[in-house]
Structure formats: C-alpha cells, structure tokens
C-alpha cells in the first residue's frame, strides 16, 4: 500500500478529525490522551497522523509533506493554496461574521458606507468582502484579541470568528453582517491524488459515505 500522511489539526477540531477517521478503520484516538503526541503511525494501515495548527496545515498538504489534511473554510479562502478540496466534513461550525459596538449599531446605516476600518485576522477574506461591495476598507491586520480593537479605538468595526457571539457581547459588540459560515474541510495534494489515486480516492468515498 501506498504510504499516507494525514495532517489533522490541533485545538477544537482535533477530536472530531480523529473521530472521523476513526469511524472508517484509521484509528489515532491515542492522540486524544496524549496532547503533546504530534505524530503517531498505524504500521499496519500504512498511515501517519500528524498534528500540527490549522493554519499550517494547507501549506504542509500544497508542499506535499501531508498527503491529506483537515482544514477550516476560513484558514482556506484566506490562503489561497493550490490544494484539492474534496468534501465538506461537516464539523467545526461556526461563522465569519463583520461586528460593531452596540452603540455604533443604534445609528449605523451600512448602506452608506463608503469608506471604514475593520479590524480582523482574516485581512484576504475582508477586503474582497467589502470591495463586493464597492466599500473602500482600510484592514488592521491582528492575530488575537480582535475584540479589543473597537474598545482602544484601534478600529470601529471587526471581521472575526463567532460559535455563541458570546465574546462579542462581553465586549460590547453586535454583530452587523453575516460574512461566511465555517465548517472543516478535507483537503489534498494534487500530485498525491494522481501518484496515491486508489488509496485516496478510497479515504474521501468512506468518508463521503459517513458524512452522507
């Protein structure tokens, strides 16, 4: 059999990517005990897992140091990489949304922008967002806290990740526009899926069958 590696990501969605391959006879639930475990091999399979951070993970499938990977929609559409994106795993949900403080929100009509600052980590995916729809945006890229921004003034509106909308309401902030939902996606390397075809077309139809 030809050799797989699977790269599945650290954080919420590792336990749902481990489950769902689990569920088609490749098991790595030993990862799940053991959270510094960053590689583990079925010899018997001829596979191995790596764990790694999401956003790593379409780099590692594109340079074909993973043959497949689990990934968000988001971390997707903000690389760009030249990757295959078979199937919709139907976990980790939760939305890009554009958020404002619930004081702006009261007289804010945004029908009439025409020019704003958002603050987000997501800067690929906002830009072409608003310039849809004829809105100039000026991006203040961040990488955590992006709840804070409105609060010091860095910016009066943010581009970000929401499950409850929890957080936003800690701080203060309503959100204005839905921007995407967010769902895991399997992803693959294009040479693999020609050089490995039988083996990973055989892993995407099991799966397609458990998500279906």
Do not use: H
Request: glycine share 6%; net charge neutral; charged share 30%.
């Amino acid at each position: 059999m030809d050799k797989i590696t699977i790269a599945i990501p650290k954080g919420r969605n590792l336990k749902p990517s481990i489950e769902i391959f689990k569920s088609i006879g490749l098991d790595a639930s030993p990862m799940i005990e053991d959270t510094r475990r960053l590689l583990f091999e079925l010899s018997r399979e001829n596979v191995k897992f790596l764990v790694i951070r999401d956003t790593d993970i379409p780099t590692y499938v594109e340079y074909g140091a993973a043959d497949i990977g689990v990934s968000g929609k988001d971390v997707l559409m903000e690389q760009g990489r030249d990757i295959y994106e078979p199937l919709d795993l139907k976990f980790g949900f939760c939305r890009m949304v554009l958020a404002e403080p619930k004081e702006l929100r009261a007289e804010d009509d945004p029908s009439k922008w025409t020019n704003i600052r958002v603050a987000t980590k997501f800067s690929k995916i906002t830009e072409n967002y608003f310039r849809n729809k004829g809105i100039q945006v000026e991006i203040v890229k961040l990488y955590g806290s992006i709840e804070l921004a409105p609060i010091v003034g860095l910016s009066e509106r943010i581009v970000d990740l929401v499950s409850t909308g929890q957080t936003l309401k800690e701080n203060g902030l309503v959100e204005v526009e839905e921007i995407m939902k967010i769902t895991a996606r399997l992803i693959v390397n294009r040479a693999s899926l020609k050089t490995k075809y039988e083996r990973i077309n055989y892993i995407i139809e099991k799966l397609r069958s458990i998500i279906s």
